[in-house]
């Protein structure tokens, strides 16, 4: 009797640990102009739902949002690109938070063409009226190409779709008004319309002859990416042949195999070049304006100001519990994307801002890019800024000898974990994080030994942090 009672009561244990925060899933990378849902994905009937948001770069709270009282919530890209999103609910008198999933959306290069002249035709451009246009004779083209990522056109004549015009390249052959609407594959309905390419007829339509030879591309690039040159105005030329020089003092050398009407380069070679083409037309050889090349010069670091107490050795930082550290980002909120604070390795929940104040020991770090060069995370991993606490102090955090008489059973584990803590020791809650720094369980209890229910988990690492009457110490499991 006495077993099956034990039995009974720790399923109603394991059973109540389980029902605990949601976990919440959705669409976290947006096209423009649409919408996206996050749910959550635990069976629990909750008896109340209410979602919050904020936008990550800022310190601001969570703000509920009006009517998003269900177990979902759709939202649309202009108000939520940026922002976090999380689920509060109630259970049975009891309130949970969902982990928070972060909302971006997919972003592109702006929309260039590739004009080839051929024949007689030029590029005439007013300073006064500021009008550009192109004048050509008959049986001249314009060659126009849609350069990447852009992967669908549709090309308009004054106004009107151009039946049958929906490859990325169109030949211009009479005069009008041009223009396309590009899409890129991965939002292929958020499309780009080009600048309109105005077309006139020449009324003087003598022998043809090159007009001068003009080059535009990327000049200034972010460091491991490439950039694009390309001739404007070809008039037909019989070769080309593109050359660089990497300082004022040395001569253009020619460029093995760039041999074409552009020329694409890598920013590890040319990011300090000037670059520029040669063509040959009927004998006559023709050299085009000079484009220099430029890298960003981008670099993240920060500052570490620390309270009154706090003292400095070897570029090591002595706290007590009252004592606290604050790192800064030099420079202007605006420059910089995808700000976050590390600490022993492992993201801060909720750390994104410019700013962040460190309270306990640890080996703290800062990811973050720059707006100029959002795809190139910098880290400051490999000068991390080091904590430690004073003699007496933390004696209760992360305490070694604690730590190795806790044991976690199964590991790996399938649906139920168990917590064994150290004798006249009690599990006072804890919290389930995943490797990107997310909560996304939470617990309180009182007991020595302790049945979490994992199940809802999905297969991967996870750390689990027990805060318990003698000390606090932190865990990795594996969930099968």
Known sequence: MKSTLFTILFLAFAWTVGAQAPTIEGDIMLCPD???????TNDTQYDSYQWYWKYWFLNDDYVAIDGANEASFTYDWYTYDQALLKVVVTKDGETFESNAIQIDSYNWAGLLIMNELQGNVHFEFNEETLEQRYVMCN???????VLEPYVTAQWYKDGEPIEGATSLTYIITEPGAYYVVAGVEVCPDATTTSQVVNVVASEDCGPATPSPLVIQGDTMLCPDNNGLAFVTNAVGYDTYQWYAKFSEETEFEAIDDATV???????????DATIKVEVTKDGETYTSNELVIATYDIAISFDSVPSEGVTEEDSVYFICE???????IPGNEEDFINIQWYKDGLPIENAYGMSYTAT???VYHLDAAMTVCTNNILSTADNPVTLSPKEGCFLSVNDPEFAAMVKLYPNPVSNILNVTLPENTLLQDYSIIDLTGKTLMNGKVDASVAAINVESLSAGTYIIKLNSTQAQTVKMFIKK
């Open 34 to 40: 649409t919408n996206g849902t996050a749910s959550i």
């Open 139 to 145: 049986g001249a083209k314009i060659v126009q190409t």
């Open 261 to 271: 009407a552009s020329f694409n380069y890598d920013q590890a070679t040319y990011g």
């Open 322 to 328: 009252d004592d606290s550290v604050t790192f800064t």
């Open 360 to 362: 306990e020991p640890g």
